[in-house]
């Protein structure tokens, strides 16, 4: 029923908004970058509406409950990635004319190999990042409705592919807008709210933690995955009908769905893979996983993971390309760095109270859940359900803002840059991709959406990051360079992605290196870019392809260019032809 | 039916040419006007010092603060309005360095291109 009146609004609204941008949709231009013609305000509240993802929603304050305070430096490194964007990326490359990462490749390097080679890229890391957001997208609905899996899951792919399909990235554009001051609001207000309403206690246990290790309350734990318990003593809890249930000291595996009653005192056992929140370890403010004994290094491998991944996030690079000019994407990139900030204030919020209401989430594995948990445990009366709803809708606006810009760089790689084709092509593309990512969501369950979302930024950081700033600032560039760079720093992360994910269990410096592979990756594809451009020679353009991105536009109004208004082209490079249309019809 | 109605104006042809496959223009070398070239390169080059210098300062920030909590465990337990310093560390110093360091490069960036 919460979710019934949480997610209809939204799904409304979201629809309402995208049909205001459906009108003139008609070349792959409007499609793919909104004709161009997108305000830095606007934009900058699109670019944070899409990147503010389930990640950002739930993620950082699951994180917190689960990893400790050092998770609060991934929203750091998520700021930290436009900051460099504006300094290096932003305006060159609006300035390439490109629609899409693809097209600024092949328009740097006038390589077709490396287009279609970028072009796979981007459907891996969006594949990576797209099917999380569908996967909590399910999940959540689930956990507050108490719906089947698979309906959150088809309500987000429907409604993210129709507005996709017929608004294309206009109607993206308002509806990411829209989307970014809505979950700001219903992100902002329920904190303040729980803060205000907890009481002195809780907001002393929130900064004073100490280690869970006592079951406070009687305590029903859902377990909505497979779970293995490590216990030292025996224990008797409570299944889900009242019946005692006697669990004999050592390892005992919950089952799929059960709902066990923990009763007050008992000793909180043991996950396997987790440490309890609130220990020493947990208080510290860096990342140390897997106890690897490397604090900084961990925490050094998230922030070079997310802060080079968003400069070669290929979703957020598609929405630098609807600015109008280069100065406007760089100013947009600027004003991106304030309204994420303003964001990122109030995770650790969630996070800390979450650690003192809600800690045994951490034994089902069900931390994501956290922030939607929260309302009920602080009000149990009509309060609490009303702001469950809205953290409720603002997560599956999350959701659906981020899966909108995936879905379209989806369609852009398929449909622009692999096997080009029209407008309707595009518009079916989006349809057959939410469609292809609906049946990967459905067996994903069990994957951390955490860890998948941080792999789509270490792909990208490894790869599309070298290509734009080598691209942009470096003129011995060459095309060989750029494919040999992008695909050693998709081989280096595939591998150390299959190494984690079938490969023997490793502990210490090796942990972190794969399970973090940016610290080396991104590295090596810089280093192979440049080793390999050095051995050939560039042509004899590249200094001109080059220079041409950090030139300013000339205006194409004002009283200087008075008389042949709307033309880009240098007089001096015109057909005779179009002098003479110009003389005839411009004032 | 509303005064601010949208109509269709371009023809038939054009919406089908729209529509239909198009084989992308042949992609030509990039040239620079020789005056252009030049503006190009004083810009380059005025560009590029800031952008090291804030990606410098980002740098120093984002990887010198880990190393300094590392170093100085002792903030765990110095309270500031009962907020552990170190907590206090990660989110109000970091973000507003960002919007300071982003506001500035900003203002260089453009600067740098006005033409002379």
């Known amino acids: 029923m919460i979710a019934l009146f949480a997610v209809t609004p939204v799904v409304l609204l979201t629809l309402l908004v995208g049909l205001r941008g459906v009108a003139a949709v008609r070349t792959t231009s409007d499609f793919l970058v909104a004709s161009r013609r997108v305000s830095p305000l606007l934009n900058s509240a699109a670019v944070s509406g899409e990147y503010l993802s389930a990640a950002s929603f739930l993620g950082v304050a699951g994180l917190v409950v689960k990893d400790g305070m050092g998770a609060l430096w991934y929203p750091v490194g998520f700021t930290a990635g ?124 929130a900064v004073h933690p100490v280690e869970f290790t006592h079951f406070t309350r009687d305590t029903p734990v ?209 349809v057959a991709a939410a469609a292809v990512v609906v049946l990967l969501a459905l067996p994903s369950a069990r994957l951390d959406a955490g860890v998948l979302v941080t792999w789509g930024f270490t792909v990208a950081a490894a790869t599309f990051c070298p290509l734009l700033v080598l691209g942009i600032w470096w003129s011995r560039l060459t095309a060989a360079g750029a494919i040999a760079g992008v695909a050693a720093g998709l081989a280096g992360t595939a591998g150390a992605i299959a190494l984690t994910l079938f490969g023997p269990p490793v502990s210490g410096l090796a942990a972190i290196l794969i399970a973090q592979p940016a610290p080396w990756a991104v590295p090596l594809a810089f280093a192979t870019m440049v080793g390999v451009s050095l051995l050939g020679r560039p042509p004899a353009w590249s200094q001109a392809a080059m220079l041409r991105l950090h030139l300013r536009e000339r205006r194409d109004t004002g009283p200087a260019w008075g008389r042949d208004p709307g033309h880009s082209s240098p007089v001096t490079r015109r057909s005779s032809a179009t002098r003479r249309v110009i003389r005839r019809l411009g004032r | 039916m509303s005064p601010h109605r949208r109509v269709v104006v371009t023809s038939p042809q054009t919406r089908l040419a729209h529509a239909r496959r198009r084989s992308r223009a042949a992609w030509r070398a990039p040239t620079l006007d020789p005056v252009e070239a030049r503006q190009a390169q004083r810009v380059y080059r005025a560009q590029r010092a800031p952008a090291l210098m804030a990606l410098g300062a980002l740098g120093v920030l984002l990887f010198g603060l880990p190393v300094l909590l590392d170093l100085l465990p002792a903030w765990d337990n110095v309270r500031l309005l009962g907020i552990p310093l170190s907590w206090i560390a990660i989110v109000a110093v970091p973000f507003p360095a960002m919007v300071a360091i982003s506001h500035w490069q900003l203002r260089r960036a453009e600067r740098a291109e006005e033409p002379e």
């Open chain 1, 82 to 205: 436009y900051v460099a964007m504006l300094v290096l990326v932003a305006a060159p490359m609006r300035r390439s004319g490109a629609v899409t990462v693809p097209d600024f490749a092949e328009a740097r390097l006038a390589s077709t190999p490396l287009r279609k080679l970028a072009a796979v890229t981007v459907l891996v890391i969006a594949g990576l990042y797209l099917v999380p957001q569908f996967r909590t997208a399910g999940l959540v609905l689930s956990v507050v409705s108490d719906g089947p899996y698979w309906v959150g899951v088809v309500i987000a792919a429907v409604v993210v592919s129709v507005t996709l399909a017929v608004g294309g990235m206009r109607a993206a554009t308002y509806v990411q807008a829209f989307q970014f001051c809505f979950k700001l609001v219903l992100f902002i207000v329920p904190a303040i709210w729980l803060l205000l309403q907890v009481g002195p206690q809780v907001r002393h246990d």
């Open chain 1, 222 to 430: 859902d377990f909505g995955l497979e779970v293995t318990l490590l216990l030292d003593d025996p224990l008797t809890v409570t299944t889900a009908d009242g019946t005692p249930l006697p669990i004999r000291a050592g390892e005992y595996r919950v089952a799929e769905g059960t709902t066990l009653v923990f009763p007050a005192g008992a000793p909180v056992p043991g996950v396997r893979g987790g440490a309890a929140p609130g220990g020493p370890d947990w208080q510290r403010p860096l990342l140390d996983p897997h106890d690897a004994g490397h604090p900084v290094l961990g925490t050094w491998a998230v922030l070079i993971a997310t802060m080079l991944g968003t400069m070669g996030l290929p979703h957020v690079l598609m929405r630098f390309h609807t600015s109008p000019d280069g100065r406007s994407a760089r100013r947009t990139a600027a004003i991106t760095v304030g309204l994420l900030s303003v964001f990122y204030l109030f995770p650790g919020i969630y996070g800390t109270l979450a650690k003192v209401l809600v800690p045994q989430l951490y034994l089902s594995g069900a931390t994501d859940t956290a922030v939607v948990a929260l309302p009920s445990q602080v009000d149990a009366g009509s309060t609490g359900t009303v702001f469950t709803a809205l953290l409720t809708a603002g997560a599956f606006a999350a959701f659906l803002a981020t899966s909108l810009g995936l879905l379209l760089v989806v369609a852009g790689a398929i449909s622009h840059d692999l096997v080009p084709g029209g407008l309707a092509r595009l518009r079916f593309t989006v």
